[in-house]
């Protein structure tokens, strides 16, 4: 998962409101491919991809590991990442717990960065309906570190509509960021439907684009959709564009998940 500013992130896959649940009763495998184009003010901007294998212990596990590398301008950066969530039933909820983390380098045309982001979250599913998440997320990267708390809520109106709110607000290093998000799903049988908007102030780092000016404001707007092809093969196509303080970033990414292995039984 990219450290950006919100849920339009180069790996949006767009999975139904119980993705989770839907996996096979025994342990299953997938490979995950995207690819990105983007442009850039100023630059001639450029493009990018990730490979990951997501594995399935059961319905209520999955590890992700993978790797990534993006060119923007003249900076280009690479970076692995290990992703892990379990969910269990306490009392009268599910409750997932998450945690990720992304290591990696990066050279900005002249000087090299490190680039290492963590973060660890829990999600509290109520009634089927409502869910609300509280995440921590550390930032360093190039010449931007901070701490990054974020809140969010998320409301499944029917089978087909769901809305999410969250806000983000950083403490501590100089991220200098405050972000409010709203998006809204929808689920059908034929193709899965997503867009969303983000506004605030936020470092540009965060929305992955490399140079120092902390403290701009971003608006963000993203559309996207996904379908699954004989329960084996998902293809997500999304496009997300952002304005910081009128530096513009518009990319497009095309995303595959390919299931291995046997179908097996679903629930």
Same mark, same amino acid.
């Given at each position: $998962?990219?450290?950006?500013?919100?849920? #339009?992130?180069?790996?949006?896959?767009?999975?139904?409101?119980?993705?989770? *649940? *839907? #996996?096979?009763?025994?342990?299953?495998?997938?490979?995950?491919?995207?690819?990105?184009?983007?442009?850039?003010?100023?630059? %001639?901007?450029? &493009?990018?991809?990730?490979?990951?294998?997501?594995?399935?212990?059961?319905? %209520?596990?999955?590890?992700?590991?993978? &790797?990534?590398?993006?060119?923007?301008?003249?900076?280009?950066?690479?970076?692995?990442?290990?992703?892990?969530?379990?969910?269990?039933?306490? &009392?009268?909820?599910?409750?997932?717990?998450?945690? +990720?983390? =992304?290591?990696?380098?990066?050279?900005?045309?002249?000087?090299?960065?490190? /680039?290492?982001?963590?973060?660890?979250?829990?999600?509290?599913?109520?009634? =089927?309906?409502?869910?609300?998440?509280?995440? /921590?997320?550390?930032?360093?990267?190039?010449?931007?570190?901070?701490?990054?708390?974020?809140?969010?809520? *998320?409301?499944?109106?029917?089978?087909?509509?769901?809305?999410?709110?969250? /806000?983000?607000?950083? #403490?501590?290093?100089?991220?200098?960021?405050?972000?409010?998000? !709203?998006?809204?799903?929808? /689920?059908?049988?034929?193709?899965?439907? $997503?867009?969303?908007?983000?506004?605030?102030? #936020?470092?540009?780092?965060?929305?992955?684009?490399?140079?120092?000016?902390?403290?701009?404001?971003?608006?963000?707007?993203?559309?996207?959709?996904?379908?699954?092809?004989?329960?084996?093969? +998902?293809?997500?196509?999304?496009? %997300?564009?952002?304005? !910081?303080?009128?530096?513009?970033?518009?990319?497009?990414?095309?995303?595959?998940?390919?299931?291995?292995?046997?179908? &097996?039984?679903?629930?």
């Amino acid at each position: $998962m990219r450290a950006g500013a919100g849920a #339009a992130m180069t790996t949006v896959l767009l999975l139904g409101p119980c993705a989770v *649940a *839907a #996996a096979s009763s025994t342990s299953v495998d997938r490979i995950s491919v995207t690819g990105n184009g983007s442009t850039l003010s100023g630059t %001639d901007g450029g &493009g990018g991809g990730s490979l990951s294998w997501l594995h399935n212990f059961d319905p %209520d596990s999955i590890v992700t590991l993978g &790797g990534e590398h993006q060119k923007l301008g003249p900076t280009h950066w690479n970076f692995g990442s290990l992703t892990g969530a379990v969910t269990r039933t306490i &009392g009268d909820g599910r409750y997932t717990f998450s945690g +990720e983390a =992304h290591e990696g380098t990066g050279e900005d045309g002249v000087h090299p960065f490190k /680039y290492h982001i963590d973060a660890a979250g829990v999600t509290g599913t109520y009634f =089927h309906r409502l869910s609300t998440l509280l995440e /921590y997320r550390y930032i360093d990267v190039e010449t931007t570190h901070g701490h990054l708390p974020k809140f969010q809520l *998320a409301y499944l109106w029917t089978p087909h509509w769901l809305t999410t709110v969250s /806000y983000s607000q950083s #403490a501590g290093g100089n991220l200098g960021t405050r972000l409010t998000a !709203l998006r809204v799903d929808h /689920y059908s049988p034929v193709v899965n439907l $997503m867009a969303g908007g983000v506004y605030g102030q #936020a470092s540009a780092t965060i929305i992955q684009v490399f140079f120092n000016s902390p403290g701009h404001i971003l608006r963000e707007g993203y559309v996207g959709a996904s379908k699954t092809f004989a329960r084996r093969t +998902e293809v997500s196509l999304t496009g %997300d564009f952002q304005n !910081l303080s009128g530096t513009k970033r518009t990319t497009v990414t095309l995303g595959f998940i390919f299931r291995l292995g046997s179908l &097996g039984a679903q629930h």
